[in-house]
């Protein structure tokens, strides 16, 4: 599911600041990245079901790898984990109302921090 006019994929923001408000919030990069994109997973457990809310971003100057860039945000998608075979972020997919409200408030609350030191 992609979650579309947030606001927060108008923004660009310095990475490691980025990085500590992200954190801050649960969303994690850790080893997903490469020189020119970041990924920040949430992983929310529901029963005996599990979804990743993921916010993700490129850079659009520096180099993710060497901590210096300017990293243009994307849509945010939330997905829904099967075993063995991984995430699923189709259209197709059935999340709680519950779930969906949950991370539009946490996005919401992302982009305020963000807003403060967007570039």
């Given at each position: ?46 029963k005996d079901s599990i979804y990743y ?67």
């Open positions: 599911m992609k979650f579309e006019n947030t606001g927060i994929e108008n923004l660009k923001a310095d990475l490691n600041r980025l990085d500590e408000i992200m954190l801050e919030h649960g969303l994690v990069r850790e080893g997903q990245w490469d020189y020119e994109r970041v990924t920040y997973d949430k992983k929310i457990q529901i809310l993921r916010l993700r971003g490129y850079a659009v100057e520096g180099d993710v790898g060497a901590h210096r860039a300017v990293i243009q945000l994307l849509p945010p998608l939330l997905g829904k984990h099967y075993y063995p075979h991984g995430v699923e972020y189709g259209e197709g997919e059935d999340f709680p109302a519950s779930l969906v409200t949950q991370c539009k408030n946490l996005i919401d609350q992302v982009k305020e921090e963000i807003e403060i030191f967007a570039l």
